[in-house]
């Protein structure tokens, strides 16, 4: 009698084909940071650490009495929320109501995007050279084939399903001008191509006007083939609630509502509050940024006199900085001053030589990391 296998012995494990998780490389060099005699700045992730306005938090008290399941596609009043918010934010007036999609943060629409647009094995995806490592991750969990690169001419005469572009970059804070944009909206309309553009920094630009692919300077009014990702986790501290929204293309909107309501992805109705109370307030935002904006120069100008370089880095939360050296050994150098970074080779091997320094940490803690790269 043969032995009967079990189900875990005969299954695929789906986790088998991914990356190992980046930050879990980080353990002994975050112990190393935090040995430090007055503790450690990390600086490895973006994680906001400032207090939710109140505006946002009487939203969320506003939702909380609702018993009822909420609807996937969100509430009318979200969606108009997030449209109005397009528009006066950033200039964005294309976008119809009913192609506004909430979602459970943007780390799982962007995770799951790929899987529910119905791309898988022999589609190739292409994502940024330096990149997020989540778009990644979502290409593989769809079976499909990630391609790295930025320039169009590289691809040859590839078609793929899908292309992932951010500006401002995570991590480089790299922004794309007009007429670069204008070109993969055109490149891919040649081709069918699906263009998937994460904006979770657009309202963290510096040094060079950020733009959306939605903007009209970019798609001439026409959102066809286009999905823009939105997240309010850095413009208004919500990382915690998990809220952010897909728009864009109305045909596109609806194929990923239709499989979201059959898997039961619903942004929670408190959440869907808060959401537009964080859309209709821009009185925050500005506060926000004005926080981030005098913690990089703080920063900047540290990591510089230190004796880095500072590439792009026009918008975002982040310092793409190098020392022309291999990055573990940069990442080294400043867990040994209590300084925790994330190395570049997270992101791609064309990052191999930088760190990326988040502008997420306290006044505090900022000025702490300033105090101990001046030199001796």
Known sequence: ?????????????????????????????????AAHPEGIVDLSVGTPVDTIDPIIRRGLDDGAS???????????DLRVAAVAALKRRYGIGSVEESAVLPVIGT??????????????????????????????????????????????????PTRPGAIFINSPSNPTGK????????????????????????ECYLGLAWDAEAISILDP???????????????????SNLAGYRAGF??????????????????????????????????????????????YLNRRVVLSTAVRHAGFRIDHSEAGLYLWATRDEPCRDTVEWLAHKGILAAPGEFYGPSGTKHVRLALTATDERIAAAAARLAPA
């Open 1 to 33: 009698m043969t032995e009967q296998q079990t189900p875990r012995a005969t299954r695929r494990a789906v986790s088998a084909g991914l990356p190992d998780f980046p930050w879990d490389s980080l353990t002994d060099a975050k112990a190393l940071a």
């Open 66 to 76: 609702f018993p009822g399941y909420p609807t996937t596609a969100g509430t009318t």
């Open 107 to 156: 780390k799982e629409a962007i995770a799951s995007v790929i899987s529910m647009l119905g791309f898988g094995p022999g589609d190739d995806i292409v994502i940024p050279e330096v990149a997020y490592p989540t778009y990644e991750v979502g290409v593989l969990l769809a079976g499909a084939r990630p391609v790295r690169a930025d320039s169009l001419l590289a691809l040859g």
């Open 175 to 198: 922004v794309l001008g007009v007429e670069h944009l204008r070109k993969v909206v055109a490149w891919a309309r040649e081709r069918g191509t699906v263009v998937i553009s994460d």
């Open 217 to 235: 300077r970019v798609c001439d009014g026409d959102v066809t083939g286009l999905l823009a990702v939105h997240s309010l986790s850095k413009i």
């Open 246 to 291: 897909f728009a864009g293309d109305p045909d596109l909107v609806r194929e990923l509502l239709a499989v979201r309501k059959h898997a039961g992805m619903i942004v929670p109705y408190p959440v869907q509050t808060a959401m537009i109370a964080a859309l209709t307030d821009d009185r925050h935002v500005d506060a926000q940024r004005e926080r």
